[in-house]
């Protein structure tokens, strides 16, 4: 296909992106990313795909996620196919453990709320739990199974996204920000990126958390704002938990290779992106309660990123009423990670004119027009 296609950010959403419209036919295809591709929240993620574990309610949004989840095991496998990087897929299932009898109280709740609804859920005892994983702490009173969940190693999956992007002609313009969407008599013509206008047929906005930050003409971006994310991870010379675990205060994800993250605050603090003293005290308290011994362990690192929010705290997926050509997939939150291959599949197919997905009504732009009527 000929036309011209800009996205502008380089996160997981505009490089999955960029690969499903290159497998669509697309050949004109240009990120634009104003520091390094795949180097915001996407770089800081745990990379859960926990479509169940936070769910109270079967709605649209839980749907979706588990959707995006049962696309991951032939998007790993592709990938690999495509470009030699083992995303390092893990889907055994996930933990989620009570240390006191509040905790309880919310598992209980959980498990209640998933059972009526039909899902798969298993309620596990403190001998369950300690027989699946050794090193949890002796305080864990019982805990839930969610069988369909797991892990990516998402800082690999950025290396295979920019890959694909290099090996095929996918255009990538680093340290290039993108101020402005431009329009002529309401029709799309480009953006000024790096102070200077670039033509385009199409234009993709996967801004993440900056989204709100981009002139676009008359049309008022939907409101996105950052909300921190604090990590750290242990270094480990052996693989000592199989599952990712969480507690109602944090998780921690074993990796396949050297590694157990720990995280994450959850912080409405502008565009902060630094991590502090206090927050990664905290993360690093909430990863002992799940298992002490990791006091024994060094920090390798300790980082921060920042996820976009929207005003109802779901995704922003679809083109513009007012102009067709100009579409938006951000706001992924918590989930972004997790809903990248699914957003690809729906944006791809939606500038190729071939859009049929239910999600594109469901979390469209129009929500926040009946919103601002
Ligand atoms: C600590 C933490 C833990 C998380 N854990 C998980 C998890 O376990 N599972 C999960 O599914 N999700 C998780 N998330 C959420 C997930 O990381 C995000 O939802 C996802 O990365 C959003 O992807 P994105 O591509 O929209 O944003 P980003 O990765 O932030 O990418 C947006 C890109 O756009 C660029 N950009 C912005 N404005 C411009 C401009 N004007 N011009 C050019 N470029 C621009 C930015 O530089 C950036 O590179 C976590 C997030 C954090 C912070």
């Not at 912080?267 to 909430?286: K, M, P, Y």
Request: a neutral charge; aromatic letters at 8%; glycine letters at 8%.
């Amino acid at each position: 296909m000929r036309k011209e296609v800009l996205i502008i950010g380089g996160g997981v959403i505009g490089l999955s992106i960029a690969r499903s419209l290159f497998k669509k036919g697309f050949r004109k295809i240009t990120i634009l990313e104003k520091r390094l591709v795949g180097s915001e929240a996407s770089y800081a993620a745990a990379g859960m795909l926990a479509p169940q574990s936070e769910t109270e309610s079967i709605d649209d949004f839980f749907r979706i996620c588990s959707q995006s989840n049962e696309m991951y095991p032939e998007f790993a496998r592709e990938l690999f196919e495509e470009t030699g990087i083992d995303i390092e897929l893990d889907q055994p299932g996930t933990f989620f453990l009570a240390f006191s009898r509040d905790d309880s109280a919310v598992i209980k709740r959980l498990h209640e709320i998933q059972t009526k609804a039909g899902l798969k859920v298993e309620h596990l005892t403190a001998q369950d739990i300690k027989r699946a994983e050794p090193f949890v702490s002796p305080d864990v009173r019982e805990g839930l199974f969610f069988a369909n969940e797991g892990q990516v190693e998402n800082r690999k999956l950025l290396a295979a996204l920019e890959k694909f992007a290099r090996i095929n002609a996918i255009d990538i313009e680093e340290n290039c920000d993108v101020s402005e969407i431009l329009f002529e008599n309401g029709d799309l013509i480009g953006v000024v990126a790096g102070g200077k206008k670039r033509f385009a047929d199409e234009v993709i906005i996967a801004t993440g958390a900056w989204t709100s930050l981009i002139k676009c003409g008359e049309i008022r971006l939907p409101k996105v704002k950052p909300i921190r994310g604090q990590m750290l991870s242990f270094h480990t010379a052996k693989r000592l938990f199989s599952h990712v675990i969480y507690s109602p205060r944090g998780y921690i994800v074993p990796r396949k290779f050297g590694k157990i993250l720990a995280g994450a605050t959850v912080e409405d603090v502008g565009f902060d992106g630094s991590f502090t003293e206090i927050g990664i005290e905290n993360v690093r308290q909430n990863a002992l309660e799940i298992a002490p011994s990791l006091a024994g362990l060094p920090v390798d690192e300790k980082w921060a990123g920042l996820r976009p929010f929207s005003r109802d705290g779901l995704p922003v997926l679809g083109s513009f009423p007012q102009c067709g050509n100009v579409h938006i997939a951000t706001a992924h939150y918590r989930n972004g990670i997790l809903l990248a291959p699914i957003t690809a599949q729906i944006i791809a197919d939606n500038v190729a004119g071939t859009a049929s997905s239910e999600f594109l009504s469901k979390f469209g732009l129009e929500r926040f027009l009946r919103l601002a009527a």
